[in-house]
T-cell receptor
Framework: GAVVSQHPSRVICKSGTSVKIECRSLDFQATTMFWYRQFPKKSLMLMAT?????????EQGVEKDKFLINHASLTLSTLTVTSAHPEDSSFYIC?????????????FGQGTRLTVV | AQKVTQAQTEISVVEKEDVTLDCVYETRDTTYYLFWYKQPPSGELVFLIR??????QNEISGRYSWNFQKSTSSFNFTITASQVVDSAVYFCALTYGSSNTGKLIFGQGTTLQVKP
């Protein structure tokens, strides 16, 4: 199956700093990628849809200035958590579908566990 | 509105028992996809199955089987002869209509513990 690589897998940062998480589709092109957030022992919640070459679409309640998404190429989307605070600590996971997106599964990255201290 | 409900928060069974994880969904769309994912403690999501709304055929894959019933809006997952390695959190998910199948609504998840 297709591979989506997410980096880093774990990151610890100080409060007030920014953290960038990368999501790469290694063997296919993805015009659309998705970012999810998962709190401990909770479900995955869609944060935003990342569109190659255009602005991301954020779900209701997600601060777009806090969570900056850039999808500069067909194989890379980045999520930057700006001015991180302890409440931003969470598990972030991306997914991508091959171009077209229909009748196929979504391929998920390994996830990034962010801890803000 | 779209919604996925996994009413069972935690299930504990003894190895070799059969276990069924329930999933009930709500959608107004006529075309949609349903998924099951397994999330082990490491966190990654392991794809188990995808089913589209026009295919109500049940599926069996080894010890896994799925029962899709549109009449009750359910997509239940059964593990036969459970093993300790089946211990994980299992998520049922639904697409946002006929759009990109990467855009998913997840249920709350069911934590399955299989004891030796």
């Amino acid at each position: 199956g297709a591979v989506v690589s997410q980096h880093p897998s774990r990151v610890i940062c100080k409060s007030g700093t920014s953290v960038k998480i990368e999501c790469r589709s290694l063997d296919f092109q993805a015009t659309t990628m998705f970012w999810y957030r998962q709190f401990p022992k909770k479900s995955l919640m869609l944060m935003a849809t990342s569109n190659e070459g255009s602005k991301a679409t954020y779900e209701q309640g997600v601060e777009k200035d806090k969570f900056l998404i850039n999808h500069a190429s067909l194989t890379l989307s980045t999520l930057t958590v700006t001015s991180a605070h302890p409440e931003d600590s969470s598990f972030y996971i991306c997914s991508a579908t091959p171009q077209g997106g229909m009748n196929t599964e979504a391929f998920f990255g390994q996830g990034t566990r962010l801890t803000v201290v | 509105a779209q919604k996925v409900t996994q009413a069972q928060t935690e299930i504990s069974v003894v190895e070799k028992e059969d276990v069924t994880l329930d999933c009930v969904y709500e959608t107004r769309d006529t075309t949609y996809y349903l998924f099951w994912y397994k999330q082990p403690p490491s966190g990654e999501l392991v794809f188990l199955i995808r089913r589209n709304s026009f295919d109500e055929q049940n599926e069996i894959s080894g010890r896994y089987s799925w029962n899709f019933q549109k009449s009750t809006s359910s997509f239940n997952f059964t593990i036969t002869a459970s093993q300790v390695v089946d211990s994980a959190v299992y998520f049922c998910a639904l697409t946002y209509g006929s759009s990109n199948t990467g855009k998913l609504i997840f249920g709350q998840g069911t934590t399955l513990q299989v004891k030796p």
